[in-house]
């Protein structure tokens, strides 16, 4: 096909993030939104001039000119619109987490082996450059075996308020770092142990500590706090060291990797994920959608990242979640 129509289902936050990229891709056409707000959906309908506009998905999928969807709706709320759309015969981008229960993941799966069209779930850290160049050196055996991982995740209190309400650390921002070392090191995760801290009186814990044994051996350890305050000079700290036999490979990403210090103070504005280049969203998310839909314009399969690894991530965190409720290590099947 000489041009790949796209919708995108759900333009909060990042569905809005998605239309800016959507709308800078070569061969790429925005061409129908869908949400429930009526007041949002004008609003980003408008900014990125698209005429197709709808609050219920189900009549967005009956349109045969559209190529392929992204549902960008939150977690809960990925599951009908995925599998619908997959039924319909559309190439569909489905933003982390998969689902929000092993058993959601399992019906999207057997949905897309159905399908003709292709399933790929935004697991943007495996676009980050530095994470590829990890997984290049560790595939090398410039470590050895991997045999220890700790990583870290933490970010500002101000997003808590909001986040918190529906989320938590381990699910939201832990499914990223459980992710990568699942990818990291080629193994499951056989045992999960976590702890989680509630500093404010919100739905959910702002800090949680997770520990995961894999089935080659290796142990990790996994931090991320949701407390930094506003003075902090980064957006989000993250970084992980995989250790081997033979040697380490250490990815510090934003800490920051570009600071900027004025009156206002000290700050690490984003240059990985999705910064604004030359007036368009560029970053590893770009990469993401563009190398997802030039497998949809193939008709190819994802390999970065198959449906089964995502679902192996959220099987891996809901372990993770169940050892935090309780307070006893979780064995994974």
């Known amino acids: 096909m000489d041009t790949l129509r796209v919708a995108v289902i759900g333009v909060g936050w990042f569905g809005e993030i998605h239309c800016g990229t959507l709308s800078a891709i070569p061969g790429v056409e925005l061409a129908a939104l869908c949400e429930l707000n009526e007041t949002r959906l004008a609003e980003i309908a408008e900014k990125y001039e698209v005429k197709q506009t709808y609050t219920d998905y189900r009549e967005l999928l009956r349109d045969p000119k559209i190529d392929a969807v992204?549902?960008?709706?939150?977690?809960?709320?990925?599951?009908?619109?995925?599998?619908?759309?997959?039924?319909?015969?559309?190439?569909?981008?489905?933003?982390?987490?998969?689902?929000?229960?092993?058993?959601?993941?399992?019906?999207?799966?057997?949905?897309?082996?159905?399908?003709?069209?292709?399933?790929?779930?935004?697991?943007?850290?495996?676009?980050?450059?530095?994470?590829?160049?990890?997984?290049?050196?560790?595939?090398?055996?410039?470590?050895?075996?991997?045999?220890a991982l700790n990583s870290r995740r933490n970010i500002p209190a101000a997003w808590g308020d909001e986040l918190l309400k529906k989320t938590g650390p381990i699910a939201d921002t832990g499914i990223h770092d459980t992710d990568l070392m699942l990818w990291f090191t080629g193994a499951r995760a056989v045992s999960a142990y976590a702890q989680t801290t509630r500093v404010r009186e919100l739905e959910n814990p702002d800090i949680a500590h997770v520990m995961y044994r894999f089935d080659n051996g290796a142990?990790?350890?996994?931090?991320?706090?949701?407390?930094?305050?506003?003075?902090?000079?980064?957006?989000?700290?993250?970084?992980?060291?995989?250790?081997?036999?033979?040697?380490?490979?250490?990815?510090?990403?934003?800490?920051?990797?570009?600071g900027v210090c004025s009156r206002q103070g000290f700050a690490g504005p984003?240059?990985?994920?999705?910064?604004?280049?030359?007036?368009?969203?560029?970053?590893?998310?770009?990469?993401?959608?563009?190398?997802?839909?030039?497998?949809?314009?193939?008709?190819?399969?994802?390999?970065?990242?198959?449906?089964?690894?995502?679902?192996?991530?959220?099987?891996?965190?809901?372990?993770?979640?169940?050892?935090?409720?309780?307070?006893?290590?979780?064995?994974?099947?």
């Open 270 to 333: 984003d240059t990985t994920y999705w910064p604004e280049l030359h007036g368009i969203t560029g970053g590893a998310l770009r990469e993401e959608i563009m190398y997802f839909a030039r497998c949809a314009a193939a008709g190819k399969k994802p390999d970065i990242i198959t449906p089964e690894e995502a679902m192996e991530a959220v099987r891996t965190i809901l372990a993770a979640e169940q050892s935090a409720a309780t307070g006893e290590v979780v064995r994974l099947d």
């Open 70 to 147: 992204h549902v960008v709706t939150v977690g809960h709320d990925h599951v009908e619109p995925a599998i619908a759309a997959l039924e319909a015969g559309k190439h569909v981008f489905l933003e982390k987490p998969m689902a929000k229960t092993l058993g959601d993941c399992e019906r999207i799966c057997a949905a897309a082996r159905q399908a003709t069209g292709i399933l790929m779930v935004g697991h943007v850290c495996r676009f980050n450059p530095r994470c590829l160049a990890a997984k290049r050196e560790i595939e090398a055996g410039k470590i050895g075996k991997v045999v």
């Open 219 to 258: 142990s990790a350890i996994y931090e991320s706090a949701w407390t930094m305050p506003e003075s902090a000079p980064f957006v989000i700290d993250e970084r992980m060291s995989i250790i081997g036999t033979e040697g380490f490979v250490h990815i510090q990403d934003t800490f920051p990797n570009l």
